[in-house]
């Protein structure tokens, strides 16, 4: 594969998706490449849900132990609540206003990333978060893999059909990883100059 490949020939894309992709004027392999997050976000404060504090914004990864929906008959005001649970043994309590969309896909055991501010909710004393950013993971994602979307500053991108800013996230580390890209233009003495100034920053 090269910059001028066919994104339907990509792994993971395909017919289906290349349609998607292509109504965003997304035609090839460069066309990916070039399309850019509209934000960043700072995922790098990764903890269990023991550690977590309120007034800190965190991601952890944990599993759904329960889920409902209040006012289900009223679906434009329901309330969704999850809690989850991670190997520390503690619950995090997840609410969304008009969390109808993740019905289907919070369902027990289900394998998480969630990234929001923690508060505590009075109640039960649990930690809270409140529409936090989630990712669902596969149980069959390798840490690799899940550390793409956690754990570091990960791109948030515009989602188009059913791809989704994590499939993004995937899309763009595969081609990264198999495409040929072509020589760096800028000469050798300007990349090694930077590179330089760069240490001396960091130290």
Do not use: C
Not at 56 to 73: C, D, I, N, P, Q
Not at 111 to 136: T, Y
């Amino acid at each position: 594969m090269d910059l001028d490949t066919s994104l339907q020939f990509v792994k993971g894309i395909g017919p289906a998706r290349a349609e998607m992709l292509a109504a965003k004027g997304l035609l090839t392999i460069s066309d990916l490449l070039y399309y850019a997050p509209f934000r960043y976000e700072d995922r790098r404060n990764v903890k269990t849900i023991a550690m977590l504090a309120p007034g800190e914004k965190a991601a952890v990864v944990a599993r759904v132990a329960s889920a409902k929906m209040s006012g289900y008959k009223r679906k434009a005001l329901g309330l969704f609540e999850v809690i989850f649970r991670d190997e520390s043994g503690k619950d995090l309590l997840a609410r969304w206003f008009h969390g109808e969309r993740y019905v289907d896909s919070l369902t027990p055991d289900t394998r998480v990333a969630l990234f929001g501010k923690v508060e505590l909710d009075r109640s039960s004393g649990n930690r809270m978060m409140i529409q936090p950013e989630i990712e669902v993971l596969s149980d069959s994602d390798d840490e690799a893999d899940s550390t793409l979307h956690s754990g570091r500053v990960v791109a948030v991108y515009e989602a188009t059909g059913r791809i989704t800013t994590r499939v993004f996230r995937s899309l763009l580390n595969r081609i990264l990883d198999e495409v040929q890209m072509p020589d760096d233009p800028l000469p050798e003495s300007v990349r090694s100059t930077w590179a330089r100034r760069s240490w001396a920053f960091d130290d």
